[in-house]
């Protein structure tokens, strides 16, 4: 069959040059990786001519669907028009201008400043260099150690890596950058210490947080690091409160907030951007990227306080010595000024609201399986995850890799769920409907029934 030749040969070239971002070599080397052709919306196909219904949004970025027409023209249009412009130093280009412009209407108050960069590393390198630039600049040039938590994903360039803290990420083969990150608990309600109440895991780590700046001492701290909810720690939504919390003793320390808001920015919350809106909390900097262009073209922003921007534009040395080639490129500005357009036309925010509520309350029924310990999430930002036992919330063996025995069967019924260790986790585009949640929950209760079947048979305990 002409299909299945093509999607030989592309999986096995693909297998003979590539290095994928985050490879495991072993599984790769044996089994090659999923070629896929066509998207629309969010439906995929592959080529071998398989289609999906793709729940995990591509990595959380297909915010508005794929294939658009609209977004396609907008594309071709400024590459007519300006397809490269430098945005370093004293130059600017239209469409990069007028996203900043756009950009500070939609973030919280008093975060009117915006550094674009190309995608979430990058955004999360540059706040980092901020917080150093900002302490330096007004005086503390000590305050240059990070705080940030276990179970965070925050990028994978050096920094950013050095930043997040999720099981199994940091290799013995890599060097990271021990000296300046420092990492506390995640604020995880479904494994907080047994007999406490919900309410009292937030005091318990702002307790941990005050502690950890006295130890390290607050003349060296500069910032701290959170993504609203943890994406791929595991969708980790925190305790009430925690975040404005942990907002406060930042500001009484003098330490910038830096909101990693890569994935929920941009609808995945039904706002703009989740931290006030959803977290009531505003912090010092918003890192954002995906969303921000749909995953249409690489783009990331950083976006930064009046207060920073007073401070740093009197800095000694006059420069902010940081930015890539690609900052304020005018197709990806013009990219994502028609995502946004067209999120607003759409009424996109409230669909992820009231559809992700359904979501919420669909995927809860899960609950009742013998596999699953916890469903959690909120709207378009949901995970699964699967325990042996649903009483004493004990994982199954890590290498019968159950989120990918479940993701496997998924996609043999037609759905992508994302696999992370025990866990599957899916952040479906924001336009899809209630019939697409039933969809997903039926596929999703199918296979993960099916699983417990197998490994029942196998001789595994569920219980
Ligand atoms: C919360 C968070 N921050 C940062 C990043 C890094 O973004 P990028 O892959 O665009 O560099 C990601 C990517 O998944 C993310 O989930």
Redesign the pocket.
């Known amino acids: 069959m002409a299909h299945s030749n093509t999607a030989q040969a592309l999986m096995e070239m693909d297998r003979a040059h590539a290095l994928h971002p985050f490879s495991h070599f072993e599984s790769f080397n044996q089994d090659g990786a999923l070629v896929i052709m066509e998207g629309t919306g969010a439906r995929l196909r592959d080529a071998t001519g398989n289609e999906y219904f793709d729940a995990v949004g591509g ?2 970025c297909t915010n508005i669907g794929l294939g658009r027409d609209e977004m396609a023209d907008a594309i071709a249009d400024q590459v007519r028009k300006l397809s490269f412009s430098s945005t370093f130093t004293d130059m600017t280009n239209e469409t990069s201008a007028l996203l900043v412009s756009k950009l500070a209407e939609l973030t919280p108050k008093g975060l009117d400043h915006i550094h674009f960069t190309t ?4 955004a ?1 390198d540059t706040a980092v260099r901020m917080v150093h630039y900002y302490q330096a600049s007004r005086g503390f040039a000590s305050k240059k150690l990070i705080i940030a938590r276990d179970h965070s ?4 360039t050096y920094a ?1 890596m050095s930043a997040g803290k999720r099981p199994g990420d940091h290799v013995p083969e890599f060097q990271y950058m021990n000296d300046i990150f420092h990492h506390i608990s995640c604020p995880n309600p479904y494994r907080r210490p047994e007999g406490m109440e919900e309410g009292d895991l937030t005091e318990l780590l702002v307790k941990e947080f005050e502690d950890t700046i006295e130890r390290l001492g607050v003349d060296n701290i500069g910032g701290f690091f959170a ?1 609203p909810i943890q ?2 720690g595991g969708v980790i939504v925190p305790p009430d409160h925690y975040l404005r919390r942990m907002r406060e003793v930042c500001s009484s320390n003098d330490i910038l907030f830096v909101a ?1 808001e ?2 929920t920015a941009f609808g995945r919350l039904g706002h703009w951007f989740a931290s006030e809106d959803e977290f009531e909390m505003i912090p010092d900097i918003i890192c954002s ?2 969303g921000l262009s749909s995953g249409y073209l690489p783009i ?1 922003a950083m976006i930064y306080s009046d207060k920073i921007h007073d401070v740093i534009s009197q800095s000694e040395s006059g420069w902010f010595t940081s930015g890539f080639t690609y900052a304020g490129h005018p197709v990806s500005c013009a990219a994502a000024l028609k995502n946004i357009e067209i999120m607003e036309r759409e009424e996109i925010l409230k669909n992820a609201h009231d559809v992700g509520l359904y979501f919420e309350a669909k995927l809860a029924t899960l609950n009742e399986l013998p596999l699953v310990g916890n469903v959690r999430g909120k709207k378009m930002m949901m995970c699964v995850e699967n325990v042996a036992n649903k009483e004493t919330k004990e994982l199954l063996p890590d290498d019968l890799n159950v989120g990918k025995l479940i993701s496997n069967k998924s996609e043999d019924l037609g759905l992508l769920v994302r696999p992370l260790g025990h866990l599957n986790v899916m952040s479906p585009a924001l336009n899809i409907t209630f019939e697409d949640i039933d969809f997903i929950t039926e596929k999703l209760t199918e296979s993960i029934k099916s699983v417990t079947d197998s490994l029942i048979r196998a001789g595994v305990r569920i219980s």
């Open positions: 990595l959380w995608g979430g590393s990058t999360i994903y925050h990028g994978s950013a993504e994406a791929s990693d890569v994935v990227a995906k990331g």
